[in-house]
């Protein structure tokens, strides 16, 4: 079934869509180079999603231990962006 190119309509189930979400956002921070007004309350949206998912009835009981841990993790992040970091290595050493 076609669908409209200019429209972004997902079927997708409700955890799904809630964890491409969080990968949306997390990916967002990722990429954000300087100083971002908003990067702390897309950081707390990204423990609340991650906090969502480790409770939703379709995630598995691994799962829930690796978003349990990553909820920590983003508890703990710092609020600049790892590039704003003095003497961060650049993005592109993080594949590496």
Sequence with gaps: MPTDPCTEEYLLPQVEALLAGTLALMTGLSHTEGPCARRELMRDKVRANL???AAHPHVSA???VVL?????????APTAAPADRAGAPPRAAWLH
């Design 68 to 76: 349990a841990r990553l909820v920590d993790h983003w508890r703990a």
């Design 51 to 53: 906090k969502e998912l």
């Design 62 to 64: 691994t799962l829930r």
